[in-house]
């Protein structure tokens, strides 16, 4: 019979990760114990020992300055577009609000331009008015200027024609209905009749 040579197996033979860890760790602490700290000479000032930051190369090599740059440009630009987010949400609550708030001018004007004889109820009329503007202005809503100014399809909607030697060409002769813009952007558009 012969005796067959056993392989061995160069995996089975190689020291575990676990090993291999646990003898550089002994290894260290070795080193640690061998070196004491020495004293300083006499008559000078102990220095201060920089802490050694074994962290800074590791993230240095795991995370380059390139990508930490990258990610704050990142933040940054997110933080500038969620204010702008809020603040266009903002403006267009203030819409929805004032829009719903419009049929109730219209029926102020309205009853302001009707005659009465009751003086006390037409001054109570102006004063809600005169209110009513005023939370207009403070909430940044503008009334569009239309009586007398140039035809604006951007501005104005018109809704009649008429024919009159008095004013010139595309000029808007009455308003029908107030238009309103909150800074650039119109919540409605001031319903008017144009002249020739």
Known sequence: MSKKKEKKDPIQEAPAAEEILEERAEAAEDAGAETEPQADPPGEAPEAAAPEDTEAPV???????EQFLRLAAEYDNYRKRTAKEKEGLW?????????????????????????TADEAYKKGVEMTMNQLKEVFARLGITEIEAQGKPFDPNLHNA??????????????????????????????????????
Do not use: C, W
Request: hydrophobic share 50%; aromatic share 8%.
């Open 159 to 196: 809704v009649m024609h008429v024919d009159d030697e008095n004013l010139g060409e595309n000029v808007v002769a009455q308003v029908f209905q107030a238009g309103f813009m909150l800074g650039e952007k119109v919540i409605r558009f001031a319903m008017v009749q144009v002249a020739n």
């Open 59 to 65: 993230l240095e090599q795991m995370v380059p300055k």
């Open 91 to 115: 403006s267009e609550a203030k819409a929805d609000t004032v829009q719903a708030f419009l049929p109730v001018y219209d029926n102020l004007e309205r009853a302001l331009k009707q005659e």
